[in-house]
């Protein structure tokens, strides 16, 4: 079974330019969920996917990240404009509902300069 | 301040040697709690998931243990091997939300031989 693929792995872009993560859930897991490290932190949550709906999206930081599911299958987190303290490593993991297992992906570590 | 505390932050052992890891956690009405190893470069991979009415569960050399009266629990390492160098991650739901999980920061392992 493939597991939860995440794109890029990582990505250095400027102030002010916009990056799209991806991330490819293991077919089947509805539940699809974004979260991130910055540096010396706790890993935190960002949101949650129940195929293409948006469950709780109380995690995301502001206005500058927009998530999509279209289709319910892969997911996308953007981030338009990026800024500095966006710097971190994003976390993809899927689930099967009604299943506590997580599946993690290895995460995109961006880098904000 | 963060729902889930782990010490040490970090420690080295010598390969063979065993350890315990140690989190405490306030997160209420609980569900769960999982260990997670992470490896540098890669997502969290899942050791073991115990809910209230578990106080230990093994796998492997990993031995997770769980009281849930005084909110605490620990991972002990036996006969430790060099590829448990890593980051080991305590995560614990909370019951009748949204699937969010809080984490800790961490128990950086290094083994050396």
């Known amino acids: 079974e493939a597991g939860v693929t995440q794109f890029p792995s990582h990505s250095v872009i400027e102030k002010g330019q916009t990056v799209t993560l991806r991330c490819d859930p293991i077919?089947?897991?509805?539940?699809l969920y974004w979260y991130r490290r910055v540096m010396g932190k706790e890993i935190k949550f960002l949101l949650h996917?129940?195929?293409?709906?948006?469950?709780?999206e109380s995690g995301m930081p502001n206005n500058r990240f927009l998530a999509e599911r279209t289709g319910g299958t892969y997911s996308t987190l953007k981030v338009q404009p990026a800024e500095l303290e966006d710097s971190g490593v994003y976390f993809c993991?899927?689930?099967?509902?009604?299943?506590?297992?997580?599946?993690f992906g290895s995460g995109t570590r961006l880098t904000v300069v | 301040k963060n729902q889930v505390e782990q010490s040490p932050q970090s420690l080295i052992i010598l390969e063979g040697k065993n350890c315990t890891l140690q989190?405490?956690?306030?997160?209420?009405?609980?569900?769960?709690l999982r260990w997670y190893k992470q490896d540098t470069g890669r997502g969290p991979v899942s050791l073991t998931i115990?809910?209230?009415?578990?106080n230990t569960k093994s796998n492997g050399r990993y031995t997770a243990t769980l009281d849930a009266d005084t909110k605490q629990s620990s991972l002990h390492i036996t006969a430790s091997q060099l590829s448990d160098s890593a980051s080991y991650i305590c995560?614990?739901?909370?019951?009748?939300?949204?699937?969010?999980?809080?984490f800790g920061k961490g128990n950086q392992v290094v083994v050396i031989p």
């Open positions: 993991a899927s689930s099967q509902v009604g299943i506590h297992g997580y599946t």
């Open positions: 077919s089947g897991h509805d539940n």
């Open positions: 996917f129940v195929k293409e709906s948006k469950q709780d």
């Open positions: 989190c405490n956690y306030t997160v209420s009405p609980f569900s769960n």
């Open positions: 115990m809910t209230f009415s578990e």
């Open positions: 995560v614990v739901s909370a019951t009748g939300g949204n699937n969010r999980l809080a």
